[in-house]
């Protein structure tokens, strides 16, 4: 191989495998008493906090690949502009869901 086909190589490594790898790794969420917040990005940063008495539902969805590593998707429904909030590949999402509704009955007091 030439060194125009290694560097195509590297490049389409590097943007379809070390990338998203990347990426995921720089999202975080975080869970207090008082809210959710989010944050991602490695070029550039966004982020989201979301207080705990504007959430109304806590749902997931694990497709079979997820269940296999243990993630899936949580939905959050908040009362808000935009609605139902989605998070991707979530690790233990289950006991994540579970530990936000706890959270969200303690801070409404139920």
């Not at 790794?25 to 959710?36: A, G, I, V």
């Not at 006991?95 to 007091?109: C, D, F, K, P, W």
Request: hydrophobic share 45%; proline share 3%.
């Amino acid at each position: 191989m030439d060194a125009a086909a290694w560097a195509a190589c590297v490049v389409v490594v590097a943007v379809f495998g070390d990338w998203p790898l990347l990426a995921w790794s720089r999202r975080t969420y975080t869970l207090t008493t008082e809210r959710l917040a989010t944050r991602a990005g490695v070029l550039r940063r966004s982020g989201r906090d979301i207080p705990l008495t504007r959430i109304n539902d806590v749902a997931f969805e694990q497709g079979i690949v997820d269940r296999l590593v243990g993630a899936g998707t949580l939905k959050i429904s908040a009362a808000s502009e935009q609605g139902t909030l989605t998070f991707v590949d979530i690790p233990h999402v289950h006991q994540t869901s579970l530990r936000i509704n706890e959270q969200v009955r303690a801070v409404q007091g139920r």
